[in-house]
């Protein structure tokens, strides 16, 4: 790992000076971490072989590899399971611009350039051409060093108590106020490990709602999260990815009432917009919703039956 990435803490920079790429952690069990891309390939993954190694679950062994391109890295899926994200959306190769966010299950990097400089002071020589008239001012200044020197000695006896009165003062002031900023983190400290602690219970509580098909329920919790956390990356992931598949389950459902309905299977279309009308039955003013109970009336119709006799929502009145 030594050879193409540089482990450090989240903005610890290398000693030797230069231009630098590396990718943040900001979420998941490697939060804190950076990694500093010094070689031309890296490897990011589960595996114990990796350039970048993820405590993620949601990770493969070899997930994606990070290639240097002249002056640019290029991110490329290794046709991993659960795919990567650049930027909230999926992708199989993406070059890095400054700021995007690479998103492997629930771990997000951010990548950024930096810079690292050697500070070194400069002395100035003087010439050769300079040293005579150096030597022509020398006189005055001794003589004006010698006055200010017999000043400060002079006044020096009588500002020597006050000066030693303050400093001890001011070193009172230093201990107070570093008492103070250790108890200001240690409480900082505590809060944020209660906010992480309410957001993991959150999260549990909508990844289950989010497998029970609950989609909305689930929305509510990760929206919840976010009122806690504003801009918390997990969180926003969480969330677009409840209504993406919210949205892919509607279209299923209406991809089969249509191809039911031009086989003249009406029960069969009527159950799936039922479907589509459950998913969304706590935001009936949306267009899908107000399709489907269109839809089922003209099939009840078709049938012979009474307007309403279908009672989508009968189960799920049942149900809560």
């Known amino acids: 790992m030594a050879k193409n990435v540089l482990v450090m803490k989240h903005l610890e920079t290398p000693k030797e000076a230069g231009t ?7 979420t998941g069990p ?21 350039d970048i190694r993820l405590n993620d679950t949601k990770s493969s062994r070899e997930h994606a590899e990070i290639t240097k391109v002249g002056e640019n890295y290029v991110v490329t899926d ?34 950024t350039r930096f810079e690292v400089t050697s500070k070194t002071k400069v002395l ?19 003589i004006l060093l010698v006055v200010l020197v017999g000043f400060y000695l002079f ?3 009588n500002k020597g108590t006050q000066t030693a009165s ?33 957001l993991n219970v959150i999260y549990q509580r909508g990844l289950r709602e989010y497998r029970e098909k609950n989609y909305f329920r689930a929305i509510n919790e990760f929206n919840l ?26 279209e299923d459902y209406i991809v089969k009432a ?28 949306d267009s899908r919703y107000k399709n489907a109970e269109k839809q089922i009336k003209e099939l009840e119709t078709k049938l012979g039956m009474e307007e309403g006799e279908s009672n989508c929502l009968k189960k799920q009145s049942a149900d809560q």
């Open 78 to 111: 290794l046709g991993s399971q659960n795919g990567i994200l650049v930027n909230d959306q999926k992708s199989k190769q993406a070059t890095f611009k400054e700021g995007d966010k690479l998103i492997i299950g629930q771990t997000v990097l951010k990548f």
């Open 225 to 250: 999260a976010l009122i806690i956390s504003p801009n918390d990356s997990q969180a926003e992931f969480y969330l677009r990815k409840t209504k993406e598949e919210l949205d892919r389950s509607i």
């Open 124 to 142: 100035k020589e003087n010439s050769i051409d300079d040293a005579p008239e150096q030597k022509r001012s020398l006189k005055p200044i001794l």
């Open 166 to 198: 303050k400093k001890k003062q001011m070193t009172s002031v230093d201990d107070v106020s570093s008492e103070y900023f250790q108890a200001l983190q240690k409480r900082q400290a505590n809060q944020d490990k209660e906010v992480k602690e309410k």
């Open 258 to 285: 249509n191809r039911d309905e031009d086989s003249l299977k009406f029960k069969g279309a009527i159950i799936s917009y039922c479907a589509i009308i459950r998913l969304l039955y706590s935001v009936p003013d």
């Open 20 to 26: 630098y790429f590396r990718l943040m952690c900001l």
């Open 30 to 50: 490697n939060k804190g971490e950076s990694y500093v891309l010094v070689g031309n390939r890296i490897v990011v993954g589960r595996g114990e072989k990796t």
């Open 155 to 157: 006044d020096g006896e």
